[in-house]
Structure formats: structure tokens, C-alpha cells
């Protein structure tokens, strides 16, 4: 990760509302979990691809991910792991070394993206190496 979530304090402040994970032009873009392409085109000059995913409540929870060359049309279904699309060129606002801007919302509220991950996919703090008995 290049960049993590940063909420603003207010709903015009500043702050980061995704994550931004190191990825290179032309990588594959894939869906986190299940559900239906909700858009998929430019939004201020950058592609994007958003799902509402499926049996999320109401609103659904809607992942995002910026800057894609889209492979799926509105109205799509996709599956966990699903290519949406492919990392589109570095842009001169947003990651200019190349990254994948991944969001997440509920309505019109910013929400973690990380948070729909297993705990045990973050690794957050580091190993630890513990003495295993018996063992010479």
C-alpha cells in the first residue's frame, strides 16, 4: 500500500478517501467480492469502475477503483476476483508513479476500503518468531 485512508473531518475537508496500492500500466484490475457493475467510464478525465456489492444492505456498500480502462459495462455482474479492468497510464493528480485508487462507500459516506479484507490479509505489526518447545 502507497497510501492509506485518511477520513475528512467534514464532508468538503481534505483527506484520502481510499487506499492507494502499487501497481503498474496494464495490470489487471479485479473485483474485491460479488456484485453488479453500478459505472464504468471517465470521471474528471480518469476511468472508473464502481460495484454495489451484492447483500450489503441499504444503500449497498460500492467499491471503486480508479484509474481503469474499463472491460465491463454497467448493469455487469461480477464475481470475487473478477477483472474489471486494467490499470490505465499515471496520471499528473493522483499516483504519478502508477497505483491503483481503491474507495468504498455507503450512500454518501467514505468508508475504509481495507475493512472489507480478513484481518489476517492486513499482516498489520510484525512477525514475531516464538520458541517452539522440543525443539532444538
Known amino acids: 500500500m502507497l497510501r492509506g485512508w485518511e477520513p475528512p473531518a467534514s464532508a468538503y475537508g481534505p483527506g484520502h478517501r481510499g487506499v492507494d496500492l502499487a501497481a503498474t500500466p496494464g495490470d489487471p484490475v479485479r473485483a474485491v467480492a460479488a456484485g453488479r457493475v453500478s ?3 471517465p470521471v474528471g478525465g480518469l476511468g472508473v469502475v464502481s460495484v454495489e456489492l451484492t447483500g450489503t444492505g441499504a ?3 460500492r467499491t471503486t477503483y480508479e484509474s481503469v480502462r474499463a472491460s465491463v459495462r454497467k448493469g455487469d455482474e461480477v464475481a470475487p476476483g473478477d477483472v474489471v479492468g486494467f490499470l490505465a497510464e499515471p496520471g499528473p493528480r493522483h499516483c ?3 497505483c491503483l485508487h481503491w474507495g468504498l462507500r455507503r450512500g454518501e459516506s467514505y468508508l475504509d476500503p481495507l475493512s472489507l479484507l480478513p484481518p ?3 499482516r498489520r505489526g510484525p512477525s514475531r518468531l ?3 518447545p522440543d525443539v532444538p
Open 96 to 98: 504519478a508513479s502508477g
Open 59 to 61: 444503500p449497498p456498500l
Open 39 to 41: 459505472f464504468a467510464g
Open 120 to 122: 489476517w490479509l492486513l
Open 130 to 132: 516464538l520458541p517452539v
